[in-house]
């Protein structure tokens, strides 16, 4: 029999008994099996269960350089589990079938069958170097985000919509009704409460890009000016974005401190936010890979930073300028409606103008008819001055709002950047140059001996500045790393592009379509405005 047969036989009786892979292998002679074969399984297995992840195996087959058309029959024949992975039999099972490959044979289980005493050795090279596929997809999944613009925008949607004012005990304040599509549910929210939300979020995430809120303002006499009102919904705007930029973030969006503010009905989330960030500290605190991070970082670190840093900064600019020629659009349109609207009022004006023309005039009863014309054209001007004000609002929401979202986040990343270097970089610049201090007083009174209990003093705060530092360097590491995810998190986003592009080409298209039939629907009536003998076509061409 040969060892793949008996491979066949075990397994058969495996499933029968129900007996695990474990047992399985127990019943093989594991003398009969090549040790580089052994060698390979150890160098690309789970660690904790012992299996091989089928993105290892693929990257395994890949490494042999066959065609895709005998990859593919490999992965064929090989016993993969539901998710893909391999067991161990089913790893040597494939290693013999890639050695048969690269020997020129027909990968399948009738070429197993010639393998009796000797199984056949795959050209991998080195089984050490192989450790390097298994560790590919921990970086993968650790630094790497695997994302698009689609997924995170649709990872939650929320609204915030502003309230009737309610008169505080000296003041009025605004109130928000906040609901999100996630839970499916509204909540209650005063600026204070955004604010305390906005402050924990920063403290935990002191790493993450964490967008602004918009400013607090002293309010005397909430919505009884223009620019008061202006103020308000503005702020309500941008209250909106924070909460949409914080729950679609891939990290912020799965925290209890984030579900917490979403879903919490009662009156001291403030307090519940500020016990719950207690109880867990920071990021680095609880995230796994924390004290890790050095490793899973490209050498070239800094030079990618300080590149993206650069690109993202222009990027900046470039949607600063888009957005201030947007604004402008939205505000002509405004001003176009207004001006439709007015022109319109002064047609009414001048036809209700009830004063007889002068015997000298010629045209009495023209100038007559003229006016009950005129009454009727101002109906149409305001029409008009509707759908321009329809197109400001389509210019102001889906363009200007889409282009301030953006830009939100991009600021948000260069305060990233800031906080990072003179936050947690400086940090430990300043611990390094206390504890260089600190090891010069050493020396110092090593060469002139001072008090016994003097120098243990001076070698405990030394252990504990090295301490200090080997915290610093952590978390100056994972700060780095944070920063990578928040980078391609920038980039994920760059798409957006084509979203406000569209949305300002439909915009234009509607809203052109919408006047222009409007103006089509004019045109006909002016014909009863101009007699033959005036030198006028009845349409206007």
């Known amino acids: ?112 069958e010639n393998y009796i005493k000797e199984f056949p050795k795959p050209q991998l ?60 549910m509204s909540v209650y929210r005063r600026y204070s409460d955004f604010d305390v939300f906005h402050e924990i979020l920063l403290q935990k995430f002191a790493y993450r890009v964490v967008p602004s809120l918009p400013p607090k303002r002293m309010l005397k006499g909430v919505l009884t000016s223009v620019s008061e009102r202006d103020f308000i919904e503005a702020r309500r705007r941008a209250l909106g974005r924070f909460l949409n930029l914080v729950a679609q973030h891939p990290f912020f969006s799965e925290d209890e401190l984030v579900k ?33 991070a050095k490793e899973y970082l490209p050498a070239d670190i800094q030079a990618q930073f300080s590149v993206s840093r650069e690109l993202i900064k222009n990027i900046h600019n470039s949607f600063c300028k888009l957005r201030e020629r947007a604004e402008r659009i939205a505000e002509r349109s405004k001003g176009n409606a207004s001006d439709l609207l007015m022109f319109g009022r002064e047609l009414s004006t001048l036809s209700s103008d009830t004063s007889s023309l002068p015997s000298l005039a010629s045209s009495q009863s023209t100038w007559s008819r003229l006016c009950q014309s005129l009454k009727s ?34 600021q948000s990343y260069r305060d990233l950047c800031e906080r990072h270097e003179k936050g947690v970089l400086h940090e430990h610049q300043r611990a390094l140059y206390k504890y260089s201090v600190m090891k010069r007083q050493m020396m110092s009174t090593t060469v002139q001996p001072k008090e016994h209990a003097s120098m243990e003093q001076l070698e405990s705060r030394i252990v504990q500045q090295e301490t200090a530092i080997q915290i610093m360097e952590l978390r100056n590491y994972f700060s780095l790393f944070c920063l ?3 980078t391609q998190l920038i980039f994920t986003y760059l798409p957006i592009t084509s979203h406000i ?37 009845p349409a206007l061409e």
């Open 377 to 410: 054209l101002s109906v149409e001007f305001a029409v008009l001055s509707d759908k321009a004000a329809q197109q400001c609002r389509r210019e102001e929401d889906d363009v200007v709002e889409r282009l301030n979202l953006f830009l939100d986040l991009l």
């Open 484 to 486: 990578h995810q928040e």
């Open 260 to 292: 917490t503010f979403f879903t919490f009905s009662g009156s001291d989330v403030q307090i519940r936010l500020r016990d719950g960030y207690k109880k867990t500290g920071d990021e680095f605190m609880t995230n796994k890979n924390a004290t890790l």
């Open 125 to 184: 090279g080195e089984p050490s170097e192989l450790r390097a596929l298994r560790m590919q997809e921990a970086e993968q999944d650790v630094l790497t985000l695997s994302l698009n613009l689609d997924r995170l925008l649709n990872r939650d949607a929320v609204k915030v919509e502003l309230i009737p004012e309610k008169k505080g005990l000296f003041l009025k304040h605004v109130e928000y009704q906040v609901t999100t599509l996630r839970y499916k």
């Open 501 to 537: 592009l569209g949305a300002f080409v439909n915009s234009q298209v509607q809203g052109h379509r919408e006047m222009g039939a409007v103006w089509n629907e004019l045109q006909p009536k002016l014909s009863c405005l101009f007699v033959e003998n005036n030198g006028l076509k």
């Open 1 to 112: 029999m040969t060892f793949f047969s008996l491979l066949q036989e075990i397994t058969w009786r495996c499933s029968c008994a129900h007996m695990t892979v474990r047992a399985m292998a127990e019943e093989i002679n594991e003398g009969s099996v090549p040790s580089y074969y052994r060698e390979v399984y150890e160098a690309v297995c789970c660690p904790n269960d012992e299996r091989v992840l089928g993105e290892v195996f693929q990257r395994l087959l890949e490494s042999t350089k066959l065609s895709k058309a005998i990859q593919t029959q490999i992965a064929q024949h090989v016993d993969a589990g539901a998710d893909g992975s391999l067991s161990k039999l089913s790893l040597y099972k494939a290693l013999a079938l890639i050695a048969a490959a690269q020997q020129g044979k027909q990968p399948g289980p009738k070429v197993l």
